[in-house]
C-alpha cells in the first residue's frame, strides 16, 4: 500500500518488481496481495501498511532489519533506532520518503508521543535471541 497509496505508483509495478526478487515466488499469491493493499478489484477498501508499526509487532527485535542493513546490524544499536532510524540520527541515514507519521498505527502514535517510544517499556524479549536456523531471520 506505501508503493500505491502513499507513493501513488501503479501497483502492477511493484508486482513486476517482486516477482524477480523473490525466490519462493508465486504468481497467484503475489499479483493478488498487490492488488489487495492497491484498492483495486472487488475489494476496494481503504488499507494502508503501517511499516514501523508492522515492523515493531512482527520483528520487535529488529532482527530482520539489522541482518540486511548493515548500518544497524551492530548490536548497540538500540532496536528503537532500528525501527525508526531516521529519528536516532543514524550516521550517514537518509531522510524519509514519506511522513514517518503515516507509518504508525494510532496505538503506536500515541505510546512514542506520550514515551518517545514506539515499543513498551520493559526489556526488549527478542534482543540478541536467535531462531532456529542460526541467522536469526528464518
Do not use: I, M
Not at 504508525?104 to 508521543?113: C, M
Not at 517510544?117 to 532456529?132: I, K, N, S, T
Amino acid at each position: 500500500s506505501l508503493l500505491a497509496k502513499v507513493l501513488r505508483l501503479d501497483w502492477r509495478a511493484g508486482a513486476e518488481w517482486f516477482q524477480w526478487l523473490l525466490t519462493d515466488h508465486e504468481v497467484s499469491a503475489n499479483w493478488g496481495n498487490w492488488s489487495y493493499f492497491a484498492g483495486a478489484g472487488g475489494d476496494p477498501k481503504q488499507r494502508h501498511f503501517r511499516t514501523v508499526s508492522q515492523a515493531a509487532k512482527y520483528d520487535a527485535g529488529g532482527l530482520y532489519v539489522r541482518r540486511w542493513l548493515p548500518e544497524l546490524a551492530d548490536e548497540a544499536v538500540c532496536v528503537e533506532a532500528v525501527l525508526r532510524p531516521y529519528a536516532h540520527a543514524v550516521e550517514g541515514w537518509p531522510s524519509p520518503l514519506v511522513d514517518p507519521d503515516t507509518q504508525l498505527t494510532w496505538q503506536d502514535a500515541q505510546r512514542l508521543s506520550e514515551t518517545g517510544r514506539v515499543l513498551p517499556a520493559g526489556p526488549d524479549p527478542h534482543r540478541g535471541r536467535r531462531q532456529p536456523g542460526g541467522d536469526g531471520v528464518g
